[in-house]
């Protein structure tokens, strides 16, 4: 059974930083690219990142292009995603999602950008 | 960026109805595209890909069709656990982008 399990969201004030961590199991981790994806609070969906298995190719929406970064590491079966120079219209849940196409998703984590 | 329309934007519908939503591209996609199920506090779940293909475990009520810029959602008999929130999202070019999304309510 595919899990995907996200840690690290939490509460942060703008133009700070926080890393959150996706955790897979349950298939071949190395053989996926895998993708986030955000909810801001009553919002619709956006697609954010998504990282090749290899990580050698990596893509972001415009909005987060030189303030996130989106890595793996094959060998822990974790996906990440560091942010930087964070907003309040940051604020949202991440969703880790295995597949370019979203196969799979966790259950997100709230990350909450505000003084 | 490609945009995805959606509509309606709400529907109200009766256990039993059959109901389509329908997803525009303002450019084509050919069939790179895949419709979610958000249920309130949960995570989406994929329900199609590549704009016809079920996901494993999918009922089959669900069906998808569409090619280049019109796409619909059919659930052909409606039952309780389908009331949710659905997405279209186009794959076809970055960034990847979802349709504002559809809530299916209870009549």
């Keep these: ?115 | 960026d490609i945009q995805m329309t959606q509509s309606p934007s709400s529907l109200s519908a009766s256990v039993g109805d059959r109901v389509t939503i329908t997803c525009r591209a303002s450019q084509g996609i050919r069939n790179d595209l895949g419709w979610f199920q958000q249920k309130p506090g949960k995570a989406p779940k994929r329900l199609i890909y590549a704009a016809s293909t079920l996901q494993s475990g999918v009922p089959s009520r669900f069906s998808g069709s569409g090619s280049g810029t019109e796409f619909t959602l059919t659930i052909s008999c409606l039952q309780p656990e389908d009331f949710a929130t659905y997405y279209c999202l186009q794959y076809k070019t970055y960034p990847y982008t979802f349709g504002q999304g559809t809530k299916l309510e209870i009549k």
């Design chain 1, 1 to 115: 059974e595919v899990q995907l399990v996200e840690s690290g969201g939490g509460l942060v004030q703008p133009g700070g930083s926080l890393r959150v961590s996706c955790a897979a199991s349950g298939f071949t981790f190395n053989t996926y690219w895998m993708s986030w994806v955000r909810q801001a609070p009553g919002k619709g969906l956006e697609w954010v990142a998504n990282i090749k298995k290899d990580g050698k190719e990596i893509n972001y929406v415009d909005s987060v292009k030189g303030r996130f970064t989106i890595s793996r590491d094959n060998a822990k079966n974790s996906l990440y995603l560091q942010m930087n120079s964070l907003r309040v219209e940051d604020t949202a849940v991440y969703y880790c999602a295995s597949g370019g196409w979203l196969d799979y998703w966790g259950q997100g984590t709230l990350v909450t950008v505000s003084s």
